[in-house]
């Protein structure tokens, strides 16, 4: 589903009368939506989301509480999710899985303030004015997931020097895919590499998108950061591994789960940082004149067991490089 069908599903949601709900709580309450699965309790990111929160003096159950919202990888829900967020009046809108969800919850409210966390560009997405100053009722943490596209080609072409043609693994869905690919594609020319787009939004798509890649004979593979590719990593990794085919993603987490190499930035990071912009929207700050966050820390994790299996010696300055080194 597109981005003008998703904020299209909104329809008259936004002019739903909100004064007939019930006297507000005795605390503030923050809606907390993403795109993915959850489970609050021990999920690290919603842990690390509590922990920024904490800097600034709020605990949930205590002085402020949470709703949690999930699509379970369904992103057709977010519309009625937000909507339900907002008729509820929660103090603060929380909005984390990529840019899709920040979009639908700054069409379904201008008054309720937003803080999202996403991995695209929020100007070029039209989340925000400007980095510095977001304006209207917006701000949060970006990742850039896609202008560190060439940095990751440098990366594989090291893990794997003799890899001519790369397959880029891209999801349709996602508004700031073209433009991104575009950039990595020009980036993959100036190093002498060709590429291969292959797109998937769905896991039959992904398993056919590696069918396409042994065909074009790719002997590398890029995976966009997309939240959908993030929600199916198993899938991803383990059609890596039996495709033999070296592969960077850009987020440690693939790492972790068998992957062979990512650069990044730390979501555990972003999310820490948006409980802590929760807090002091909740303390009175403005998003309009909070700035977007961008990161000043990018990750490189590698499985060493991986390059072993594919059969890559990884040079001793790559490891030494490494901020993790999965043995």
Known sequence: MRRREFIGLLGGATVWPLAAHAQ?????TIGYIRSGTLTPSDDPFTIAFREGLAETGFTEGRNVAIEYRSTEGY??????????????????????GGD?????????????????????????????????????????????AGPLGAKRLELLREVAPKTTTVGLLVNPNNTNSEP????IQAGARTIGLKTHTVEASNGEEIARAFAKLAELKAGALLVYGDP??????????????????????????????GGLISYGASFTVAFRQCGNYVGRILKGEKPADIPVLQPTKFELAVNIRTAKTLGLDLAPSLLARADEVIE
């Open 24 to 28: 507000a709580p005795s605390m503030p």
């Open 75 to 96: 992103l057709e829900r977010l519309p009625k999710l937000t909507v339900d967020l907002v008729r509820r009046q929660v103090a603060v809108m929380f909005v984390a």
């Open 100 to 144: 899709m969800p920040a979009l639908v919850a700054k069409g379904a409210t201008r008054s309720i303030p937003i803080v999202f966390t996403t991995t695209a560009d929020p100007v070029r997405s039209g989340l925000v004015d400007s980095l510095n100053r977001p304006g209207a009722n917006a701000t949060g943490v970006t990742t850039l």
């Open 180 to 183: 991104e690919t575009a950039d």
């Open 228 to 257: 959908f590719f993030f929600l199916r990593r198993s899938q991803i990794v383990m059609l890596a591994a039996q495709a033999a085919v070296p592969t960077i993603y850009n987020a440690r987490e693939f790492v972790q789960d």
